[in-house]
């Protein structure tokens, strides 16, 4: 079955550095990946979407790629703040896993000052 | 730009009790709206997507005679959980998306938290 694997333990940074999380999925090969963010009890907020035939796309601070043949994307806050404290989450669809989005469990980022 | 407004935030009832959960597209017309649950640490799982004007499509293993969802304008689908029990209680959380097509963005609301005693 479908799986995207996001890092279940928390990411801890010291503000201005980069922080660089990794979602990696098996048996599905999406059309496209997005990125939102999601602070406690609210809901997720869209960030960013990739296409399968993308490298790498910017935003601001953010950047993604995505590797199909490694079946991963990174996703990098660079000069990262403590306001970026947050769960970050990935989400996949389209492709093989038809109409569809699926989205990862979520990395924890704590961003410290 | 792309809000999406859910309530209540949060409810608190007896089991037995129905609860309906109201979900809007306050500034841009929804195609598709989404209703997913949300156990603590764990992914979003999709309960059902809905069309304006036509069925919901429920995923496997999700009730339609227990999870009633209307979608009956471009800006409005509600969510009835019929009488609700303690393990209903979760976090349930709509979105919206302006287009059909798998690779719109989808754009959420904050979320019910559903506490049933």
């Known amino acids: 079955s479908q799986k995207i694997e996001q890092n279940s333990e928390a990411l801890n940074i010291q503000e201005g550095k980069t922080a660089t999380l990794t979602c990696n999925y098996t048996n599905y090969s999406p059309a496209y990946l997005q990125w939102y963010r999601q602070d406690p009890g609210r809901g997720p907020v869209f960030l960013l979407l990739i296409r399968e035939n993308e490298k790498e796309k910017r935003k601001e601070r953010l950047k993604v790629t995505f590797d199909t043949t490694l079946k991963q994307s990174l996703f990098h806050i660079t000069a990262s703040q403590p306001a970026d404290s947050a769960t970050y989450l990935c989400a996949l669809g389209g492709g093989t896993g038809g109409f569809k989005t699926i989205f990862g469990a979520g990395t924890r980022l704590f961003v410290k000052a | 730009g792309a809000v999406v407004s859910q309530h209540p935030s949060w409810v608190i009832c007896k089991s037995g009790t129905s609860v309906k959960i109201e979900c809007r597209s306050l500034?841009?017309?929804?195609?598709?709206m989404f209703w997913y649950r949300q156990f603590p640490k764990q992914s979003l799982m999709l309960m059902a997507t809905?069309?304006?004007?036509?069925?919901?499509?429920?995923e496997q293993g999700v009730e339609k005679d227990k999870f009633l969802i209307n979608h009956a304008s471009l800006t409005l689908s509600t969510l009835t959980v019929t009488s609700a029990h303690p393990e209903d209680s979760s976090f349930y959380i709509c979105?919206?998306?302006?287009?059909?097509?798998?690779?719109?963005?989808?754009?959420f609301g904050d979320g019910t938290r559903l506490s049933i005693l």
């Open positions: 979105s919206a998306s302006a287009g059909p097509a798998v690779n719109q963005p989808q754009h």
């Open positions: 500034d841009f017309q929804a195609t598709t």
């Open positions: 809905s069309n304006e004007g036509s069925k919901a499509t429920y």
